[in-house]
Nanobody, 121 residues
Framework: QVQLVESGGKSVQAGDSLRLSCEVS?????????IGWYRQGDAKERDFLAA????????YYSDSIKGRFAISINSTWNTVYLQMNNLNVEDAALYYC?????????????WGQGTRVTVSS
């Protein structure tokens, strides 16, 4: 079983930067996997934002945030970050991380509980 815990969400002003963290714990079936970041705004579907391989060697981004957000993983491969720059009010949402063995972004094997980001103009 894999556990994911997101943190770092808070209220910010438009134009600010913010870094979210996703701590990964528990036992994985194999050493190769992917961690993704997603968000869900009010009355909206959960959207894929970015993902990174457990080795850190591969990253994937949605076109909607490419160039503003960056995903990274720490050296011990147990925390994944989402650096968000130049935030705007449309970025306000509940942000989740998801774990998948096979890179199937729409349906991760495990989800975290989410961390909320609020952006005011």
């Amino acid at each position: 079983q894999v556990q994911l815990v997101e943190s770092g969400g808070k209220s910010v002003q438009a134009g600010d930067s913010l870094r979210l963290s996703c701590e990964v714990s528990g036992r994985t079936r194999r050493s190769s996997y992917y961690i993704g970041w997603y968000r869900q705004g009010d009355a909206k579907e959960r959207d894929f934002l970015a993902a990174i391989s457990s080795s850190g060697g591969s990253t994937y981004y949605s076109d909607s945030i490419k160039g503003r957000f960056a995903i990274s993983i720490n050296s011990t491969w147990n925390t994944v970050y989402l650096q968000m720059n130049n935030l705007n009010v449309e970025d306000a949402a509940l942000y989740y991380c998801g774990f998948t063995y096979d890179g199937h972004w729409p349906a991760p094997d495990y989800w975290g509980q989410g961390t909320r980001v609020t952006v005011s103009s």
